[in-house]
């Protein structure tokens, strides 16, 4: 018998994941999130970097800690590593996760975790003095066309001078698999960085979605006809922190 092929069906792949290595006590090679692009290229990495403990968050998350401030939000909390990392310092934060599999995860470490997106926040979850998007969760930016109502958005949920914190990767100096997408990119009128790419775990896919590697200069662009401006940034190599404020006008 010929051997048959289908598309994988879908559903919480990414939340699966993490409930796989929280079941495995964190073990180092429990559970591995696969991520695949729409060009075929697929990615693995250990589970685990979404359990890291405060003391080994790298140094842009720890800055990133400690600027936060007031009632707080972790967008795309995960498994609540750094919603954790802020509850240790006794600040208030609610995590919120479009993934069911992630809420329950971080749910049962003690984070205050909600379901939702950006786009689709919980009713009656209020306004926040600090919007966090770790993890280079910039990438929820999406691209070009999508940012401009993702930072609407956000506002949507912020108070008056509230901060918008977020990590972000240039992608600039790619090896050459990436380098060849980004000039596929460019061909097609998208942003360099942006990827468009679904999440596997066994015979379960999430749909596919869009995620933005994006320079600081890119990241200047997106923002200016957008109600926040520049506070400050960090960089480290590739990656970086920015410091976002809500414009009061």
Known sequence: MEPTTSE??????????????????????????ITERDDGYISTADALRYFTPLDDLSDLDQTAVALARGR???????????????????????????????????????????????AHPPEGIGTFDTLLLLGNNLGLLQGAQAAPGVLRQLASLARPGALLIGTGMDPAGSDPDHAAYQDRNRIRGRMPGQ??????????????????LLNPHELDRLIQPSPWRWETIHEQGPKYLAVLHLNPS
């Open 8 to 33: 994988p069906r879908i559903g919480d792949a990414f939340g699966r994941t993490l409930q796989r290595c929280w079941a495995a006590g964190m073990a180092p090679g429990a559970a591995f999130e």
């Open 72 to 118: 707080i939000l972790d967008v795309g909390t995960g498994a609540g590593r750094h919603a954790l990392a802020l509850q240790q310092q006794g600040k208030d934060v609610v995590g919120l996760d479009p993934s069911p599999g992630a809420v329950e995860v971080a749910c049962q470490r003690g984070v205050a975790a909600e379901l939702g997106s950006i």
């Open 195 to 212: 990827i468009r790419m679904r999440v596997r775990g066994g015979a379960v896919a999430t749909e596919w979605f869009d995620y933005l």
